[in-house]
């Protein structure tokens, strides 16, 4: 299939070794031999689509590529988008949460005319630093400002990695575009997996923050929500921790997966939300040398990319299927905390751009279903509270700090508390402690299946030479709150457009920002402009 941009150029598909296809003069001369020319004959080599092909004995990579004899269309090269001034717009559109989901919203709203104002409790993303370094070296945990809450949400400080498989929900090129636009770099159109990493995203996001406020869009740090403004079934504002009423037009309701006070204060107020299956777990730290000599079956990677891996196992206990599987995989990564509680250890993946730490980490998660929660007790709440129960006992058992609780895997494999741990990158530091006691038999026995099955597929992997971390608990929002198929409004509470992860309707930063756009075009659709 041609790209729209590539009618007039020969379009060219090839598989190169690894060290010719990341060379540009190499790879530049390879593509050119390809479709029959010479250097010199073609005025322009668009690079389209690159990924690693790690299939047979070698790893490949596979190249796609458009070739211009004559000048290439300015459009290639951007910009690709303008932002006309809403500061005197007709109708507001009052977007709670500056994650992917509020930030992609705000800027589509934009575009339609509308004038956004976005609230974050958190910090923005240059100050959020010092929060996050005060939970790593002094072990406090800010509940306004950490890993999760703060301007760019959960991805700014904890990957960075855009791949999705969300592709008939909006328009991924775009979402790619408009980051390329502020900032990140243009690999992020051509690699099969994109990644910015966690070192570059911050500047891409406050890019972004400052499209919406030259356009006369308002953003709003320090602002949290502690309550709604109902008249007769129609949310019209909410009240901030201050007692200031901020009104609009609509409410689009972005607030990322942990913010639990959102989802109390909804069921406080009788606004119809409902319990969703989510997924529970541990991160396993290996040495990223085993997996780069497992995946690629060569002594070096060379100029591979860091190597990752899927994995995924039915396990059953108790009569009871549910499926273990990786999670949110981070090649040269690092382990991080992500409570945003005092009293509570949640662990996350992160990495930089250039995916060079000695580690590789991965979240390994069971899946938890309605079933398996007690939702005669806490009815919409109970996936919530058993995230909470989990990450509590996994604080008291480490020593009540952001130290995590950890085991190597092979002694979790064998119930076998260890008397040592291996260095690792989480860093305010872990503890030796035997995970089932933190995890609960049925879901420790899950993981244990699934590791020992994962063990067979890559060699090594099950052993001690590496450890699991605890725990993996924020994979997605334990609560969906239900909004119109077509509308994307809440049926009951009108006014109210419930978005991305934290309403559960996307899985990462980019079917968030596809899912924030569509949310500004509902609005759009009931209020006009």
């Known amino acids: 299939m041609s790209s729209p941009l590539a009618s007039s150029a020969q379009e060219i598909e090839l598989l190169l070794p690894p060290e010719q296809a990341y060379d540009e003069l190499a790879r530049y001369e390879a593509l050119l031999a390809a479709a029959g ?7 322009f080599v668009h690079l389209r689509k ?36 809403v500061s005197q717009a007709r109708r507001t559109v009052l977007i709670v949460g500056a994650g992917p989901a509020g930030l992609f919203a705000a800027l589509r709203a ?59 929900r909006g328009d991924v090129q775009r979402i790619l575009r408009l980051l390329v636009q502020h900032g990140a770099t243009p690999d992020i159109l051509v690699d099969a997996h994109p990644h910015i990493g966690t070192n570059k995203l911050p500047a891409v996001v406050a890019a972004l923050r400052d499209s919406v406020r030259e356009a006369g869009g308002q953003v709003l740090f320090g602002t949290r929500v502690d309550d709604l403004l109902i008249t007769e079934n129609r949310l019209h504002g909410v009240v901030t921790a201050t007692g200031e009423e901020l009104t609009a037009d609509a409410v689009i309701l972005a607030t990322g997966h942990s913010a639990r006070d959102i989802y109390e204060l909804l069921h406080r107020r009788g606004v119809l939300i409902e319990a969703k299956p989510f997924a529970l777990g541990v991160r396993v730290e290996h040495p990223q040398q085993l997996i780069d000599q497992a995946q690629y079956r060569r002594p070096d990677r060379g100029p591979l990319p860091a190597a990752s ?8 206990v108790d009569n009871e299927q549910r499926g273990v599987f990786s999670f949110c995989m981070c090649p040269g990564g690092f382990i991080v905390p992500a409570a945003t509680a005092p009293g509570e250890v949640v662990v996350n993946g992160m990495s930089p751009s250039r995916r060079d730490s000695r580690f590789a980490n991965s979240g390994i998660v069971a899946a938890v279903e309605l079933r398996d ?19 509590q006992r996994a604080c008291q058992l480490a020593g009540n700090s952001q130290k995590a609780p950890a085991q190597l895997l092979g002694d979790f494999l064998k119930k076998k508390t260890s008397s040592q741990l291996l260095e690792t990158s989480y860093q305010p530091g872990l503890v030796s402690v035997a995970m089932d006691e933190v995890l609960g038999a049925t879901l420790a026995e899950r993981l244990r299946q699934g590791f020992a099955n994962f063990g067979r597929k890559i060699p090594g992997y099950a052993t001690n030479v590496a450890q699991i971390v605890g725990v993996e608990s924020r994979t997605s929002s334990p609560v969906r709150i239900p909004r119109d198929r077509d509308t994307l409004e809440h049926p009951v509470l009108r006014g109210l457009f419930p978005c991305g992860e934290g309403a559960g309707y996307a899985g990462g930063i980019v079917s968030a920002a596809m899912d924030g756009e569509r949310c500004a075009e509902a609005v759009r659709a009931v209020v006009g402009a």
């Open 50 to 85: 690159r990924s690693v092909d790690a299939r047979g004995r070698q790893p490949l990579v596979r190249l796609r590529a458009d070739i211009y004899r004559q000048a290439p269309p300015a459009e290639l090269f951007g910009p690709w988008f303008t932002f006309a001034d």
């Open 373 to 391: 929660m007690d939702l005669r007790q806490h009815g919409p709440l109970a996936g919530l509270h058993l995230q909470q129960q989990i990450e």
């Open 110 to 168: 934009i575009e339609l005319g509308i004038r956004p104002i976005v609230v974050e409790r958190g910090k923005d993303v240059r100050t959020r630093r010092r929060d996050l370094a005060a939970i790593n070296k002094e072990h406090l945990v800010n509940p306004d400002s950490n890993y999760c809450f703060g301007e760019g949400g959960a991805g700014t400080y904890s990957d960075g990695k855009l791949y999705t498989r969300a592709t008939k």
């Open 37 to 43: 020319l010479r250097p010199g004959q073609a005025d």
């Open 309 to 316: 891996y899927a994995l995924v196992h039915q396990t059953q």
